[in-house]
């Protein structure tokens, strides 16, 4: 028997609800190994409990986690040293105090043994100490939670997520007196805020790398801290000064690992793959249907295209996808490579490609009037917009119009009169007759409870030079709308179509909220004067939050109400079980429609192709359903990777813009309230921080109801305030302001 099956055999002992802890030994002779093994088996059991797999008793007995009282989870920390862990078993996650924490970082891998469920107070421990952003040691406060939850302490740490990723920040130095002389002291001050640790660098070998105080670098950690280490490291790129755009751009894409070139092999494999000739043999020909594109006016990776018919009173949609399977084979380098990406990262300038442009602005991309390979969704729908079927093929297209959403939404408010009606004359009736299916199915999908959170996205306008010129909300008309719900029709479709053959899909799902987030939401919804009923009923559904949302639009505080339900809201992931998407009050959903700019779709085509051409059996179904697994897992990664690049890269802009205004007043609107300020929103969508420390009075926060009030004074989510701005860091990409 070799170790990995050995490895299951003790799992599935332990695991026994009659299982009583055994000595190593005990468990060897219960599993009749062999006297020539059991010196690897003991070895086994030790490298089982150095990972977390199982558990030893302080009389070294083997035990599973679970019968000692201990969970594994991943750690999320905190600027204030303590922290929770996310517990493996999606059970509710765990307050670690800062005393407890063993020195865990944001993101490590950890074993938590569960203490018990109390009421905390805010206090500061004396005898922990950190450094401040100008060196200087100060005590560790830990958070008030007057609310009861679990609570435990970390008993190992498995893994350290440093191990494998640097750190970025900026460099520091301080010169500290030790007994009559000065001694220079280093250190990077990281810009991650969840990581409360200075990381220590010596000195000597930073300036022969040509650091200067305040550059932004790239740090690899070579000591983690402990009750006698600090946290240390030696840096190994310096992005330069941390004041310019280029180095904090350069140290946001290194610290995310966006990887903006491909290889010279991966790069020539797509141009060779790009230049395979088209041809109709075994696909469904396509090319004299009425075909077309609506996107941005400046996006080049067109993957989706779409068709309508009326059959009797129904409708039947066509999706049609960009057959990127065709192009990147599974296993290729290609492919490879864009298993690691995950994902198209979109920034304020520029996008980093999951693929090569010769496949993802050329021979994947659905440019109008050009044949392409595409898989194409048809459902056919009801007249109250339900879908009946799905049908699935291969097949070869021709789009008649790269249409643009600001053209279309111009044809549909001025019919033939617009000025964009002789470019789109072929297909304006089919727009004519999509217009009028996207009202019946956002009639359906405001009946079903979708959840459309009113939030608003920043467009930042560029000039020449890249300098940020003006800063506005995006704005999203009828095209824009109707092509977001045809997609969702047909990732509905698919997910549904593939689970009804028992095929294995990467579904797209959301959870719905905690217990916590939802009783903080209720009582925030509550204390603004929101009918909350339909939260409290027995069991909750999507519909309730969408009353609410619409109750809060009949009132005009639908914005503030959105972005504290957006916080109450689990994160959407991808997952290969099957579960249905909350928020879009969905059973079944999955991506499907954008395989040239996210890899879960590709798998999800590659499952649909397979199950198309009857090659879904045996074991290559064996293998489609294992890499569903992969896939997912990778795709939820590089998701959140790509959204926390995007995001960093917009603020970076966002204070490279305001860096000039310092000084002026802006009228704004409360978005968040914490225990440390108030965070307002300008009509732009930038948004800074108010410190408390800058507001007069000692004021109290009310975290139930996100009230920060000092007498007769308070300040809530959604108040209107004049601000004025007092700064507008660039390394840190932080606005700070006044009330005036």
């Known amino acids: 028997m070799n170790l990995e099956e050995y490895s299951k055999q003790i799992e599935e002992i332990i695991e026994d609800p009659e ?26 059991i030790q490298n089982m409990a150095r990972a977390g797999d199982v558990a030893l008793t302080k009389r070294g ?42 020195f865990a970082l944001d993101g490590d891998r950890v074993l938590v043994r569960v203490t018990e469920h109390k009421s905390r107070d805010k206090h500061f421990d004396t005898a922990k100490l950190r450094r401040g952003k100008k060196g200087k040691l100060v005590p560790i406060p830990e958070e008030k939670r007057n609310e009861k939850g679990p609570e435990g302490e970390i008993a190992r740490v498995l893994e350290r997520r440093l191990a494998k990723n640097n750190v970025v920040g900026v460099y520091y130095e301080i010169s500290e007196k030790r007994g009559r002389k000065y001694h220079t002291v280093g250190w990077v001050e990281p810009d991650r805020k969840k990581l409360p640790y200075s990381v220590f660098v010596d ?88 075909i077309f594109t609506i996107d941005g006016a400046d996006a080049k990776d067109l993957d989706d295209a779409i068709s309508l018919e009326r059959i009797g009173d129904n409708y039947r949609l066509g999706v049609h996808i960009a057959d990127v399977s065709e192009y990147v084979k599974f296993g290729s380098e290609t492919d490879k490579c864009a298993l690691g990406r995950g994902t198209s990262v979109y920034f304020t300038d520029k996008v980093v490609p999951m693929l090569p442009k010769s496949l993802s602005n050329g021979s994947c991309s659905l440019g109008g009037d050009l044949e392409r390979y595409a898989l194409s969704a048809f459902m056919t729908l009801d007249g109250e917009g339900k879908i009946i079927e799905t049908e699935l093929c291969e097949s070869i297209i021709r789009s008649r119009v790269r249409g643009v959403y600001s053209e279309v939404n111009d044809i549909f408010e001025k019919g033939e009169g617009s000025e964009f009606a002789e470019k789109y004359a072929e297909v304006i009736p089919a727009l004519r007759e999509m217009h009028g299916l996207y009202k019946i199915m956002k009639k359906r999908s405001e009946e079903r409870g979708s959840v459309e959170l009113d939030t608003e996205e920043a467009v930042i306008l560029l000039d020449e030079k890249g300098a ?71 069991k909750l559904y999507p519909s309730s939050f969408a009353a609410i949302l619409k109750e809060s639009r009949e009132k005009g505080i639908s914005a503030v109400l959105s972005n504290v339900m957006l916080r109450a809201m689990m994160k959407a992931k991808y997952s290969a079980q099957a579960a249905p998407h909350f928020g879009l009050a969905i059973d079944l959903y999955c991506h499907f429609t954008s395989p040239i700019r996210r890899y879960p779709d590709l798998t999800v085509h590659r499952i649909v192709k397979a199950m198309l051409r009857g090659e879904a059996v045996g074991e290559k179904l064996t293998r489609l359903t294992a890499f569903a697994g992969e896939s997912a897992a990778r795709s939820s990664e590089n998701e959140l990777k790509a959204l926390a690049a995007e995001r960093e890269i917009d603020d970076l802009y966002k204070a490279i813009f305001m860096s000039d205004k310092v000084g002026e007043e802006f009228e704004g609107v409360v978005s968040s309230v914490t225990s440390f300020g108030l965070f307002v929103q300008l009509p732009n969508t930038i948004e800074g921080l108010v410190p408390l420390e800058t507001m007069d009075g000692r004021f109290t926060f009310d975290e139930k109801h996100y009230i920060l009030s000092y007498g007769k004074i308070s300040y809530r989510l959604g108040q209107s305030v004049r601000v004025r701005i007092t700064a ?3 390394p840190s990409r932080r606005i700070s302001m006044e009330l005036c």
């Open 203 to 290: 000195v000597k070998a930073s300036r022969e790398m040509g650091v200067n105080i305040g550059d932004k670098v790239e740090v690899k950690i070579t000591k983690f801290p402990s009750e006698r280490d600090e946290l240390s490291g030696e840096i190994i790129k310096n992005f330069g000064d941390s004041a310019s755009k280029t180095a904090n751009y350069a140290a946001i894409l290194a610290e995310n690992g966006i990887e903006t070139e491909f290889s010279a092999e991966v790069t020539a494999e797509a141009e060779a793959a790009s230049k395979k000739p088209i041809t109709a043999e075994g696909r469904r020909d396509l090319r004299d249907m009425i």
């Open 19 to 44: 299982y009583r802890p055994l000595l190593p030994s005990e468990l060897m002779g219960l599993m009749n190994v062999p006297e020539e093994e059991i010196e690897a088996v003991r070895n086994l």
């Open 728 to 730: 507008a860091d660039i």
């Open 61 to 102: 007995k083997v035990a599973s986690l679970r019968s000692v009282g201990i969970v594994s989870g991943v750690f999320r920390g905190t600027t204030k040293h303590f922290g929770f862990v996310t517990p493996d078993d999606g059970s509710e996650d765990i307050f670690i105090p800062a005393a407890k924490t063993l």
């Open 468 to 538: 940020p010129t003006d800063i506005v909300a995006r704005e999203r008309g009828d095209g824009e709308r109707m092509i977001e719900q045809f997609m969702l029709c047909a990732n509905e479709g698919v997910a549904t179509f593939l689970t009804n053959l028992s095929l294995p899909c990467v579904y797209r799902v959301h959870e719905s909220p905690s217990p916590d987030k939802l009783e903080n939401f209720i009582a925030f919804a509550l204390g603004i004067g929101l009918d909350v009923r339909p939260l409290r009923a027995k």
